[in-house]
């Protein structure tokens, strides 16, 4: 997983006594404050002060077994299986590959998703029918607010039958989509 950050990995030390150093923040960490960073999209490095052994994996296994053991399970108990049969099989050579993949796949999709919910739905048939209607209707609702304000007493009329004619076009349209709704349904 590349760091999102774009910066170096947030380097964590581990000292004789087991206390977790955060050399960013000169301050000591607990592992929830490492899988919080990890959350956040950084990408964490834990090393031994006195030997230099990276002990990242370690620390990774021991976050998401805590996880775990308090009910926040995301491993199904047959996968976990196939994990521990992947040790002493000859799938221990494949196993990390596939589940790699299968993370990025995972997270290609969620971006692809969540792009496609934040991109207006163009493509739906009566999609623009639709969002018309809800901005008539948000601006009828509102009476107008965030249209530039007039002073109490300024209101000519004209602004209501403006609304008015909005409300009676909402209607119409509402009418003309449950009309196509119920021939949908036949």
Do not use: C
Request: proline share 4%.
């Amino acid at each position: 997983m590349a760091d999102v950050s774009g910066s170096q990995p947030l380097l964590i030390k581990r000292y004789a006594s087991r206390r977790l150093y955060n050399t960013e923040t000169s301050d000591y960490v607990t592992l929830d404050d490492i899988a919080k960073a990890i959350r956040d999209g950084r990408e964490v490095q834990i090393v031994d002060l006195k030997t230099g052994d990276d002990l990242t994996r370690q620390y990774l296994l021991q976050i998401i077994a805590e996880h775990e053991s308090r009910g926040e399970t995301i491993l199904p108990v047959d996968v976990l299986t196939d994990l521990v049969r992947s040790y002493t099989s000859q799938a221990q050579s494949v196993v990390p590959q596939f589940l790699a993949m299968s993370f990025q796949i995972l997270r290609d999709g969620q971006s692809k998703m969540m792009e496609s919910l934040t991109k207006p739905m163009a493509g739906v048939p009566g999609f623009e029918a639709i969002r018309a209607q809800q901005e008539a209707f948000l601006k009828a609702m509102t009476g107008g607010f965030g249209a530039p304000w007039s002073a109490p007493g300024h209101d000519d009329g004209a602004d209501r039958a403006e609304r008015a004619g909005d409300l009676d076009d909402i209607r119409a349209q509402l009418a003309d989509l449950q009309a196509k709704l119920a021939r949908m349904g036949k």
